[in-house]
């Protein structure tokens, strides 16, 4: 069901999006598509949440994370697998590993989202701190050299790619009409999901990408043409601070996606704050970051848009700051 791209990789097709939803029946929800009244008056068109944080995990990783461990060969599978996380990604691996009956470890830094690491730990895998996000990758290979364990990595792997898409699937079988979709962009799996199943069903559909402006990695590797590293920085969307878009992710966005909108701390606590004031949504900084570009009146809108809030695990206590 893939098709090859250069280098020997593999490119995620609507087929196999559409067997990853299929897969993810009763494990992943098919979050609500839900109207949004305030931000539809601004912005004069339709706009639509997508609510990945009630996903079960609080954000829509577990589509990828799940859809990588279930075609991984049961042999291998029970060697255990590992992976590294800035939070959410770690939740849904060790999520799946217990749904799949295998043993998982996350790596993570030190300084990660307490209601990140506790929910690495409630999902019960094995959980190793690192001190900085920069270890986090090298730590992670030297686990599984060691320990013979499957590296499920974040967003570079096309069954993630293809499990994130499955969010693109649903938005576009929930609202045809759809013209525009607002993603967040961490190291691109999910954009590069939703870009690959939406451009598929809807030829043209407008996906915007919308990062911190603190860590642009979207905005240069479209300038540049590939995957180009931005200095690491420090934002309140953690979930959206890898330096540099993952090859893959690219591979399958970069036909598809010609916009990124940067957006800085301050908007994002608006779109906080505006979502839990206006529809009473917890939304983590990361998740908001779509109605934080909307707010900062830097992109222009022609069109029915869907914005994906892509998670809701956010410390109470910086929740609490933010909304008040």
């Known amino acids: 069901m893939y098709t090859t791209l250069a280098e020997g990789a593999v490119r995620v097709t609507l087929e196999e999006v559409r067997e990853a939803a299929a897969a993810l029946a009763g494990v992943a929800l098919r979050t609500p598509l839900v109207a949004a009244?305030?931000?539809?008056?601004?912005m004069g068109v339709p706009v639509r949440l997508k609510c990945e944080q009630l996903q079960s995990v609080g954000a829509f990783?577990?589509?990828?994370?799940?859809?990588?461990?279930?075609?991984?060969?049961?042999?291998?599978?029970?060697?255990?697998?590992?992976?590294?996380?800035?939070?959410?990604?770690?939740q849904a691996v060790a999520s799946a590993a217990r749904l799949l009956g295998v043993s998982a470890v996350v790596v993570m830094p030190r300084g990660a989202s307490a209601v990140k690491i506790e929910g690495v730990r409630r999902h019960g895998a094995e959980l190793v701190l690192v001190e900085t996000s920069a270890e986090r990758e090298a730590r992670t290979a030297e686990l599984a050299a060691a320990r013979g364990l499957v590296v499920i990595p974040p967003y570079e792997h096309p069954a993630v790619i293809a499990g994130q898409g499955t969010c693109g699937l649903e938005?576009?079988?929930?609202?045809?009409?759809?013209?525009?979709?607002?993603?967040?962009?961490?190291?691109?799996?999910?954009?590069?999901?939703?870009?690959?199943?939406?451009?598929?069903?809807?030829?043209?559909?407008?996906i915007i990408g919308v990062e911190p402006a603190?860590?642009?990695?979207?905005?240069?590797?479209?300038?540049?043409?590939?995957?180009?590293?931005?200095?690491?920085?420090?934002?309140?969307?953690?979930?959206?601070?890898?330096?540099?878009?993952?090859?893959?992710?690219?591979?399958?966005?970069?036909d598809v996606v010609r916009e990124a909108v940067a957006v800085s701390d301050e908007e994002i606590t608006a779109a906080?704050?505006?979502?839990?004031?206006?529809?009473?949504?917890?939304?983590?900084?990361?998740?908001?970051?779509?109605?934080?570009?909307?707010?900062?009146?830097?992109?222009?809108?022609?069109?029915?848009?869907?914005?994906?809030?892509?998670?809701?695990?956010?410390?109470?206590?910086?929740?609490?700051?933010?909304?008040?």
Do not use: C
């Open 37 to 42: 009244p305030g931000l539809s008056k601004a």
């Open 61 to 90: 990783k577990i589509r990828g994370a799940y859809t990588a461990l279930r075609r991984i060969p049961e042999a291998d599978r029970r060697r255990g697998v590992i992976t590294h996380s800035s939070g959410n990604h770690g």
């Open 171 to 206: 938005i576009v079988e929930q609202w045809p009409e759809v013209s525009t979709i607002l993603v967040p962009v961490g190291g691109g799996g999910l954009i590069a999901g939703i870009a690959t199943a939406a451009a598929a069903l809807r030829p043209g559909i407008r």
């Open 214 to 254: 603190a860590v642009p990695k979207l905005s240069a590797a479209l300038a540049a043409g590939r995957p180009t590293a931005v200095p690491r920085a420090e934002s309140l969307a953690d979930g959206l601070l890898p330096p540099a878009l993952g090859r893959l992710p690219f591979e399958h966005l970069k």
């Open 272 to 324: 906080v704050r505006l979502l839990y004031a206006v529809h009473g949504l917890r939304v983590e900084p990361s998740g908001a970051a779509t109605i934080a570009a909307m707010l900062s009146g830097r992109v222009s809108l022609t069109g029915p848009t869907a914005a994906v809030l892509s998670g809701g695990n956010v410390d109470a206590d910086l929740f609490f700051r933010l909304v008040h």
